[in-house]
């Protein structure tokens, strides 16, 4: 059976790219064909109007597209978690330099970036700063990024920049700083324009953030993809594999970069700036059985930072109908099978 299946290029579509590239779907019986789009609102879009099968997808949007608060209405289930963490803020080295943080501890450069940001904000030049869509944990961990040092989320301005445009935005002014997913800030801090300031799973530790979403109407394909997706996943996270992975990423069908500026984003060390200063980081970026099953709560936390971040209303009564696209159960028989 054939399926079309969307993706961002992105460290976290590995377990999709890998399912194709070493024959995890094949000896499932699938041909899966891949298309790199060119935003998330697009491969939403695509997904909810039928002409793709599934995608690697913002958690986040996931829920929002079922729950008809983002783009047109899907039929979308949640079969499989794809990643945990893997994303980083990363500001200009003109704004970093402004903040001079008193260390690198989090809540150190989170009051450095507030003072900055309020002397901007009162200058009238306020920030700007880049997330990935609305429906992200990218923006909220630019929310709990701001509230870390003690500033009102307002005082700055948020954009749109699909990731791998983000540093581009960054090296022409578009944006002081952005939060992207893995291996866009390496890719800021390798060219000599961005230092990661902090990462996603300092502030939100195993935040939910790729998923597999699926269309319903796969019906009999859905165990199958599942199960050959979720293997190829954990054959993602197995550190011997790693050479194998991050050269076939690296091609230009899918990330088109160095493959040794791919493999920074799975390594426990994390380059800051372009000096060489480091932060031992373990599971920066997180592809194995440990967080694929897609779990309830999962589902209820990312409708409390939808509330938090004001997309929806506090007395909204999302979180049955949220817990009910994230589907444990086909995961589960997907590998009894």
């Known amino acids: ?27 499932e ?45 899907s039929d979308l289930v949640v079969p499989l978690q794809l990643s945990a963490n893997g994303n980083a803020i990363t500001v200009s080295r003109g704004l970093w330099a402004a903040m001079a943080p008193e260390s690198e501890a989090l809540a150190d450069v989170a009051r450095a970036f507030a003072r ?37 989320p307002t005082a700055f301005r948020t954009v749109v920049v699909p990731p791998q445009h983000s540093v581009e935005a960054l090296t022409r002014g578009l944006v002081d700083g952005y939060c992207a997913g893995a291996p866009w800030n390496d890719v800021a801090v390798a060219a ?35 199960r050959a997706v979720a293997r190829a996943g954990q054959w993602c996270a197995d550190p011997s594999n ?22 920074r ?28 099953e897609p779990r309830p709560e999962a589902a209820r936390w990312l409708v409390a930072q939808m509330q938090a971040s004001h997309q929806i209303s506090p007395e909204s009564r999302l979180e049955d109908a949220a817990t009910a696209v994230y589907r444990p159960d086909l995961y589960q028989a997907a590998l009894a099978d």
């Open 1 to 27: 059976m054939r399926l079309q299946l969307g993706y961002i290029p992105l460290c976290d579509a590995a377990p999709l790219i890998a399912a194709h590239e070493f024959g995890f779907a094949r000896s």
């Open 29 to 73: 019986g699938l041909e899966l064909d891949l298309s790199a789009e060119p935003s998330w609102a697009t491969l939403r879009d695509r997904l909810a109007l039928g002409h793709l099968d599934g995608a690697h997808m913002l958690a986040p949007l996931a829920l929002a597209s079922r729950l008809a608060l983002s783009g047109p209405p």
């Open 116 to 152: 900055v940001a309020v002397e901007r904000r009162d200058a009238g030049r306020p920030l700007t700063l880049g997330t990935v869509h609305p429906f992200s944990c990218h923006t909220y961990q630019l929310r709990l990024f701001a509230e870390a040092g003690g500033l009102d």
């Open 192 to 226: 000599g324009h961005g230092r990661i300031a902090a990462l996603g799973s300092e502030l939100a530790p195993d935040a939910p953030e790729k998923v597999l979403a699926v269309s319903a109407r796969l019906d009999g394909a859905t165990l199958p993809l599942v």
């Open 242 to 263: 790693r050479t194998d992975l991050v050269h076939r990423l690296a091609h230009r069908t899918y990330l088109n970069l160095d493959a040794d500026l791919i493999g």
């Open 265 to 292: 984003s799975y390594h426990g060390e994390v380059i800051l700036d372009g000096a060489g200063a480091t932060r031992p980081m373990p599971g920066r970026l997180d592809l194995g059985a440990r967080v694929q």
